[in-house]
């Protein structure tokens, strides 16, 4: 679109921004911020981003329970969390002011759906007076605009209907911020003219509702300034944005792939993990085969008998998918078959908050299964790093002969980031032998002889001379016939729990994310809590706070240094998402006096909230 300026207008150069987009679910806010992401990332931007759901699957449009944000920062910076405060909030009705206001930054801009700012509006959100009137808002920049009424006049004439017309609204906004930050609309065209292939009408209005959008931040003389944030310098490579969801998925193709054995993914759909069984539904060109079972248990089981028959076998779920899997796990690990269980975490107990995120299942990974049970567990780290992490939880589960818990949460899950992709040669090998078959005068076959890795053979039914006994009943050290002698399940119980220990010769040693290796303070971290802790602990080094930062990926068993790492340091503060979880396995193995910092209110931390942390603990404010 061309740029004809009736008046002056500075263009202002930012860092980095942060935006929350918020109204209804109704409003297509994550819609609107997933686009502004995507062409943020085209432009060489970093960003993080934080799709906020409501709990309620139909929250009473206007009302508090049922506002939809959408947060994103981006920069030309290297950018690790969503933000802390916001530059910008756009608020689509009143409810969405009254949730997200104490999240903008004083000073800066609010843009204000007039029409959301109604009578019958104001009263669902709970307001007297009308915030857009009554001077509350004086310490802020705010645009009133009748998004709705502008809107409808764009798309006049289009012969769609008043409620397809208001669907449009998003669009009008997006182009504005398109606008004002300097931002290009051909992405975002070709995106729509793709998504509404079938419907070129739908197609044509929401392109001409952005066109209007835009237009309306060139035209219109409340904006004296547009912004322009300039690419980041992030590290040569292709990027692609992507979401922590997907990134499961290609990752579960990639191992597929590396490993050349067909891909399962037995599910059944659960927020906030059900994108997963919907991404690889996609790909039957890669030969990917999805089930979604009538249950959890059947989804489990179903992975199961799939690892049994030679597949790269998975399951994902969230918190409450995994009560139900937990019986059948200890199945898997009864028959030692390679499966991977991806736990999207959630809050909880029960239903809990199905579209908040929490790191409330480390315990229950750890421990969840009746008898002795041990499984290996993998944490990610961030929305890209649930690639890497998915995949290395393949490669364990087919080196060792054993289910691999996977762990991601709501947070990474739904949120996005640049992704510099690998190449098929820049991923590990994952070699996969079958047990091979026995002929006439070849010794007997014994299913429960293990390597020196503590790992049984594969073998595939059907395959000649392999004939050997499945279930769930104690497996008789070798042999794999049903046992119940007391020192023989001792033994099994023992070779089991020894396996899983072998794994840590088999994964990278500890290092430190930033800082030193020996000091005043360690940040000990693990999953989503990375990008928060690394942004604090890379600012307070600035400011020469003596702090260092080290986060886990593998969480059973530890890296075999761990102990010594943490020992270096004078004190230990592990920030998590529940009420200590990591803290207590890090008590019980080293023995070491930690510092807990926790939130279980279903978002994720603050930068402000762990940097006054921290430096309380620095200063002795806190002992």
């Not at 980041?232 to 050349?260: E, V």
């Not at 890669?286 to 049994?308: H, K, L, N, P």
């Amino acid at each position: 679109m061309s740029e004809v300026h009736s008046r002056p207008i500075r263009v202002e150069t930012k860092q980095d921004v942060t935006i929350l987009f918020a109204g209804d679910s109704g409003d297509g806010m994550q819609l609107t911020g997933t686009q502004f992401s995507e062409t943020a990332a085209i432009l060489g931007n970093d960003l993080n981003t934080f799709p906020n759901y409501p709990a309620e699957i139909r929250a009473p449009a206007g009302t508090l329970p049922g506002v939809s944000g959408f947060q994103v920062q981006f920069g030309s910076k290297e950018i690790f969390t969503p933000g802390d405060k916001i530059d910008v909030l756009v608020a689509m009705n009143a409810a969405a002011l009254k949730a997200n206001l104490k999240l903008l930054k004083e000073g800066k801009i609010i843009i204000a759906n007039v029409d959301g700012f109604d009578e019958k509006n104001l009263q669902l959100a709970g307001c007297k007076t009308n915030p857009l009137e009554d001077g509350s808002l004086a310490k802020y920049h705010v645009y009133p605009i009748e998004i709705g009424k502008l809107t409808r006049s764009a798309l006049e004439g289009t012969g769609l209907s008043t409620k397809e017309i208001d669907r449009s609204k998003n669009m009008f906004v997006l182009g504005l911020l398109f606008w004002l930050y300097t931002r290009p609309l051909d992405h975002t065209i070709n995106n729509i003219r793709e998504k509404f292939k079938k419907k070129p009408e739908i197609a044509e209005a929401n392109i001409k509702a952005l066109q209007a959008g835009y237009s309306y931040g060139e035209a219109t003389e409340i904006f004296t300034t547009r912004y322009e944030v300039k690419k980041a310098k992030l590290p040569a490579g292709t990027y692609r944005h992507i979401m922590g969801n997907q990134a499961t998925a290609y990752a579960l193709i990639a191992a597929s792939k590396k490993s050349g054995l067909p891909l399962f993914l037995g599910s059944y759909p659960i927020t906030p993990a059900s994108d997963i069984l919907h991404e690889l539904s996609k790909h039957k060109n890669f030969g990917v085969r999805t089930f979604q079972a009538e249950d959890e248990i059947a989804a489990m089981c179903a992975a199961i008998g799939a690892a049994y028959g030679g597949s790269l076998a998975a399951t994902s779920t969230s918190g409450p998918g995994m009560d139900l899997k937990e019986e059948a796990i200890g199945l898997a690990v009864s028959l030692e078959l390679p499966v991977v269980i991806i736990d999207v975490q959630r809050g909880g107990p029960s239903t809990g908050l199905p579209t908040k995120t929490e790191q409330s299942d480390l315990l229950m990974a750890m421990f969840g299964r009746h008898g002795e049970s041990p499984v290996p567990i993998i944490a990610a780290n961030s929305p890209a790093g649930c690639f890497d992490a998915t995949f290395e939880a393949c490669r364990l589960a087919i080196e060792f002969m054993t289910p691999v818990i996977c762990l991601t949460d709501g947070y990474i899950a739904n949120g996005s980031e640049p992704w510099k992709f690998p190449t098929a040669k820049d991923l590990p090998d994952i070699t996969v032998k079958f047990a091979a078959p026995r002929n006439a005068g070849d010794p007997k076959y014994l299913p429960y002889k293990r390597n020196d890795k503590g790992a049984r053979e594969w073998a595939i039914p059907g395959t000649k001379g392999l004939e050997h006994r499945i279930g769930g009943l104690e497996k008789q050290h070798e042999t794999g016939a049903v046992s119940y002698d007391a020192e023989n399940h001792a033994l099994m119980t023992k070779l089991r729990a020894e396996k899983i220990e072998k794994i840590a010769d088999a994964i990278p040693l500890q290092t430190i994310d930033n800082g030193s290796e020996k000091g005043k303070l360690l940040v000990l971290g693990w999953g989503s809590t990375y990008g928060t802790i690394k942004t604090v602990v890379r600012d307070l080094r600035l400011e020469g706070y003596d702090v260092s930062h080290a986060h886990l990926t593998y969480l059973n068993p530890f890296p075999k240094n761990l102990g010594e790492l943490i020992y270096n340091f004078d004190k230990i503060l592990i920030p998590e998402l529940n009420s200590g979880q990591l803290a207590r396995l890090i008590r019980d193995k080293f023995l070491a006096p930690v510092i807990q910092f926790n939130k279980v209110q279903g978002m994720p931390f603050m930068e402000s909230e762990l940097k006054e942390k921290i430096i309380a603990i620095l200063t002795e404010k806190e002992k």
